[in-house]
């Protein structure tokens, strides 16, 4: 069973309609699809800093992106999208501490 607030599972889950995984570096436009499909579904959960193999590439270097991305479901989806972002503490691959965000669709 899913844990979205298992590290280990936001890495290793299988990418599907309630689950993804998205590197910080992509451009906030880029996370509008998988919002607005989760929203059109059950809902989801997207694992942002966490790259589609499951290497954890944080998102602490990617302050603009993340301001930025916590604004799609308002900026880039009509109608807007109610989320839940939740900042999570990981070890990147390069062993430092780091973040990843968890937004709950």
Known sequence: MFDPDSIHDLQYSTEKQIMDRKSARLPAKDFAVPVVAMANADGGWLAIGIEDDGTITG?????????????????FCIPSVQVENKPMDVIDKDGNPNHILRMHV
């Open 59 to 75: 998102i602490d270097v990617f302050e603009k992106n993340i301001n930025e991305l916590e604004c799609v479901p308002f900026d």
